[in-house]
């Protein structure tokens, strides 16, 4: 059984298809929804082990003509250095305007995917066919894409939105552990940003989900994508609500700059670690009542997710230097602070201009180090 979420923007509505065997039929439903096109996977070392044979065979079988871009595992190959060697690869092609772009894989290679496509002849289409729990429920939709530098992650991008989401959740079966707890990081976070009642179905539904039992886990997965897609819809460029999308990603982010945006510490874990200092941010801000941060802290904790400084393995870090990769993030206004902030669990704002001293009282609290 496949479920179907739209997304729909102001002329244009793409759809995300999640289920399982998705890409096994991969190629006619890319014809479906976007016609006979000439087609670049891009793809990443780990990935392509598993499922590029096996999309291979679904393009071929719909006389659909392909070229393979293969790029190393990690966050490292969203290296804005990298990025134009990426280019100058899918070029030598000899592409046109009418080639499709086949992102096959996590967060990283959907971003430098989707990026490569919004790039590329001043803008070519491209789908996404997400293989991590991560990518399916947030980074495969939506349309931003973006490269890492060293001020920090995503700070060179574009909103550029797919043509088709494939959800495979067969996918999610060759995922190692740790892999899918930064996915469900990312899910619980749905809850806790605007749905109180999805954030209470976690707590009871998290071992069948983190079981990969097929019920629960396509439920919980279409259900962070029609949240996404009417945040999307709403607001498809972050002017707004999508914003709050954001939540926990603003520490998260300086925790991945500082540890390098490697295997250290993954998107989701980071994000998880944030969120637990975001509700401690909006305790101390008065927002936020201290028992719904513990029960926040302790369901992330119970599941097995990082949500201590102690538990990344280049911590501590300098205080400062996690101000200015805050300094850097994309919701920054004027070198001011803005935070998600949580006002109970499933609602959630935006607050510009947060004290740093306040920040830094969190951080130091947490487990960082005062000072330069």
Sequence with gaps: MTDCVTVDLAGRRYDI??????????????VEAVGRRRVVIVTDETVAG??????????????????VVTVPAGEASKDIHKFPALLERVLALGIDRRTLIVALGGGVVGDL?????????????FVQI???LLAQIDSSVGG?????TAQGKNLVGAFHQPRLVLADLDTLKTLPRRELLAGYAEMAKYGLLGDAGFWAELNVNSPRILALESAPLAAAVAHCCRMKAEIVAEDEREAGRRALLNLGHTFGHAFEAETGFGATLLHGEGVAIGMVLAADLSVRLGRLGSDDADRLKQHLESVGLPVRLAQIRNAPFQTDQLLAHMAHDKKAADGKL????????GAAS??????PSIVAEILSHAGSVSGA
């Design 17 to 30: 298809r999640i289920g399982q065997g998705l890409i096994a039929d991969a190629g006619h439903r890319i």
């Design 350 to 355: 935006v607050v510009p201009d947060v004290d």
């Design 130 to 132: 997400p293989t991590t």
């Design 50 to 67: 598993y499922y590029l044979k096996p999309l291979q065979a679904a393009l071929s079988a719909a006389d659909l003509r392909f070229d």
């Design 338 to 345: 803005t935070f998600i902030v949580l006002d109970a669990i």
């Design 144 to 148: 931003k894409t973006g490269v890492n």
């Design 113 to 125: 995917a989707g990026f490569l496509a919004a790039s590329l002849l001043r803008g070519i289409d």
